[in-house]
């Protein structure tokens, strides 16, 4: 089977963009989470996805959103970018809940100038 | 709040020797600990995990000891090789689904 896929794998914006990042998870696996890899803060849960819905949430402003499409991938947007923004954000997929094994992608390094 | 410490941050050993990584969780209702391995410039990778039921996991030249009273787990290496050479993390699943790490071990095994 094909690993989780993110794309892309590096991006530069500046700040007050937005940026959206895509992430596509192993086949048949339905749960998507992202995380935020700084660091200063370590890895950092965002939100988790499940049949298109939000299941659960990290403690990160509204500026950071996600959604899961019928074919369970998922994308991740941060508006208004910051300088703090600039991280690595991981996406893990698992076949139902994060307690079973998440396998994680590659990352997409953003750096916010 | 929920977190998980992780001690030491970096560890430096000889090839051959043991290498122990301990993190300690704070939500008692976590039942789920997994451990990954991230190398430079890739995502973290699952090595070994321990659900709550268990006290201990073997695999190969890595185990897992938990110690639920104590809201504590153990990572043990042994015969370590320069290819152990990575960060390690560990997670604790807490009751509300969140996957929370620990800040990470740089361990270097030394040829």
């Known amino acids: 089977k094909a690993g989780v896929t993110q794309t892309p794998r590096y991006l530069i914006k500046t700040r007050g963009q937005q940026v959206t990042l895509s992430c596509s998870p192993i086949s048949g696996h339905r749960s998507v989470s992202w995380y935020q890899q700084t660091p200063g803060q370590g890895l950092q849960f965002l939100f988790e996805y499940f049949s298109e819905t939000q299941r659960n949430k990290g403690n990160f402003p509204g500026r950071f959103s996600g959604r899961q499409f019928s074919n369970s991938r998922s994308e991740m947007n941060v508006s208004t970018l910051e300088l703090g923004d600039s991280a690595l954000y991981l996406c893990?997929?698992?076949?139902?809940?994060?307690?079973?094994?998440?396998?994680f992608g590659p990352g997409t390094r953003l750096l916010v100038l | 709040g929920e977190n998980v410490e992780q001690h030491p941050s970096t560890l430096s050993v000889q090839e051959g020797d043991s290498a122990v990584i301990k993190c300690t969780y704070s939500d008692s209702a976590s039942n789920y600990f997994p451990w990954y391995k991230q190398e430079l410039g890739k995502g973290p990778q699952l090595i070994i995990d321990i659900r709550s039921n268990v006290g201990e996991k073997k695999d190969q030249r890595i185990a897992v000891t938990l110690n639920k009273t104590a809201k504590h787990f153990s990572l043990h290496i042994t015969e370590t090789q320069p290819e152990d050479s990575a960060v390690y993390f560990c997670?604790?699943?807490?009751?509300?689904?969140?996957?929370?790490f620990g800040a990470g071990t740089r361990l270097f095994v030394k040829a």
């Open positions: 997670a604790a699943i807490t009751g509300g689904f969140k996957t929370i």
């Open positions: 893990a997929s698992s076949p139902d809940r994060p307690q079973e094994t998440q396998y």
